[in-house]
Nanobody
Framework: QVQLVESGGGLVQAGGSLRLSCAAS????????MGWFRQVPGKEREFVAA????????NYADSVKGRFTISRDNAKNTVYLQMNSLKPEDTAVYYC?????????????????WGQGTQVTVSS
């Protein structure tokens, strides 16, 4: 069982940066693939980024490539999402997710554990 708690969301102007954090409980955090998803009201939850348990494999949505970076610190049971050059269309609730897998999963139905989400609002 894994519990996830996101933090770091907020209001930022377009072009600015934010770093989201996701703290995980449990002693086997290093065995989990970690992902970030986002959702706006009335739309499907969409994939943003994922990282394998070792950090050796990452995946990004095309819309965030070159702007967002996922990283993890297994010693701190924490995964991060560094978001740079933010755009108004990045506004959403961002969710952290975890699953016991080998590859960096991109499908929302692939993940078993989810956090409560943190709001990111980018003003124009």
């Amino acid at each position: 069982q894994v519990q996830l708690v996101e933090s770091g969301g907020g209001l930022v102007q377009a072009g600015g940066s934010l770093r989201l954090s996701c703290a995980a409980s449990g002693r086997t955090f290093s065995a989990y693939v970690m992902g970030w998803f986002r959702q706006v009201p009335g739309k499907e939850r969409e994939f943003v980024a994922a990282m394998s348990w070792s950090g050796g494999m990452t995946n990004y949505a095309d819309s965030v490539k070159g702007r967002f970076t996922i990283s993890r610190d297994n010693a701190k049971n924490t995964v991060y999402l560094q978001m740079n050059s933010l755009k108004p269309e990045d506004t959403a609730v961002y969710y952290c997710a975890a699953d016991r897998a080998i590859v960096a999963l991109t499908g929302k139905y692939d993940y078993d554990y989810w956090g409560q989400g943190t709001q990111v609002t980018v003003s124009s």
